[in-house]
């Protein structure tokens, strides 16, 4: 068994999942039991560890390699150290013909399996680098309200790159989408369902508004496409209105989701949907601002350390996904970011989530090769 098999088969049996996802107080619960275990394994290999603060009894881990000389760049290796939910046959990792099975196997403690191995390995090494510093940062609370890289950027660290660890099947990612959620009210006025015509039905109201929304904006967002991400796209998630058939409804609300392209902002979003709105004779109110506002990643792939990357994976052209993650906050913290890791994004929270043996290897090496290459 390899080095970073073998780590990856450890932290599946920690348990890491994220508190938002289970009661409080939850043995399985939190990060903590992960980053203690990564902390020890990075000091062994003569790593100088922190544990920074992120959120209430919640610390993302720093494990540091400086280099032999004065550190002229930094790159940051930052996966996430939760996971989502699972059962409990799930914290017991299986190996079935060359796949890993378990929570996290893919998503994402196989990137930090691979990064944190490739790390130990060059500080064991004959040469560490010359004058660049590595950090890895294995983050907290990724797959709720990433308050692990917020609390990074917080924190005023500073780096030339960052890697961020999801499985990307070993492509790296320059662009991803972001994320606006909106939630919509209508108003009507509320009457006795005998006599409909005393009031002001808000459900049909909303049934006008959704139908706009998923056929003329759709349409729109379909004609406006980004060279890796495709199109920005629309959907009506929730709906709640109304309480009995014999009284018509006075309120009905909608929660929305639109992913957006880089250059895409919240308020362009707002702005457009209620000028369509408006041009269509329909009124809805914007309930909720606080839902959080994900925004899209566009990393330059002419950076220096970019391009230095796609060169040692040997990508020409780099890549795009649909989901959000960590390496937005980051490059909008002022990090450029890309992502990157093994495994595939479709066994990710799955009840079956598995990473294949062999692609694990060739991440691990392809972070070696790349680590390597400023010594
Ligand atoms: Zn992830």
Redesign the pocket.
């Known amino acids: 068994m390899t080095n970073t098999e073998k780590l990856l088969r450890e932290l599946i049996a920690l348990p890491s999942v994220n508190p938002a996802f289970l009661p409080a107080k939850h043995p399985r619960a939190g990060e903590r039991r992960v980053a203690e275990f990564l902390a020890a394994t990075a000091a062994r290999a003569g790593l100088d560890v922190e544990l920074q603060a992120a959120a209430p009894g919640r610390a993302n881990l720093l494990a540091r390699l400086s280099p032999r000389g004065r550190a002229r760049q930094r790159l940051l290796l930052a996966?996430?150290l939760d996971t989502v939910n699972a059962a409990d046959e799930q914290f017991t990792p299986r190996t079935r013909n060359g796949r890993l099975f378990g929570r996290g196997a893919c998503?994402?403690k196989g990137s930090v399996a691979a990064m944190l191995t490739a790390l130990c390995e060059v500080a064991r090494g004959p040469q560490r680098p010359a004058e660049t510093e590595i950090t890895f940062a294995g983050l907290v609370d990724?797959?709720h309200h990433h308050a692990g890289s917020n609390g990074l950027v917080a924190s005023g660290l500073k780096a030339d790159l960052a890697i961020v660890?999801?499985?990307t099947r070993l492509q790296v990612v320059t662009a991803h989408k972001g994320t606006v959620w909106l939630k919509l009210e209508t108003r009507g006025k509320a009457a006795h369902g005998s006599c409909p015509e005393l009031g002001r039905n808000a459900v049909h109201a909303m049934a006008r508004v959704v139908d706009l929304l998923q056929t003329e904006y759709a349409a729109q967002l379909r004609r406006r496409r980004h060279s890796l991400l495709g199109c920005a796209t629309v959907s009506v998630g929730a709906i709640w209105g109304g309480s009995q058939p014999n009284v018509v409804p006075d309120r009905c609300t909608i929660l929305l989701d639109r992913r957006t392209l880089p250059g895409e902002t919240g308020a362009g979003v707002r702005r457009e949907i209620f000028g369509l709105l408006r041009r269509n004779k329909l009124t809805a109110a914007c309930v909720d601002d606080n839902l959080p506002p994900w925004l899209p990643l566009e990393t330059d792939p002419k950076l220096p350390l970019v391009a230095r990357f796609l060169s040692v994976v040997g990508q020409r052209r780099p890549g795009g996904v649909r989901y959000f993650?960590d390496a937005s906050v980051l490059a909008h913290g002022g990090i450029p970011s890309v992502v990157f890791g093994p495994g595939d994004i479709a066994q990710?929270h799955t009840a079956d989530e598995w990473i294949s043996l062999a692609e694990l290897e060739r991440g691990k090496g392809l972070f070696l090769r790349f680590l390597h290459s400023f010594s």
């Open positions: 996966p996430h998503d994402t990724e797959e660890g999801e499985p993650s990710a």
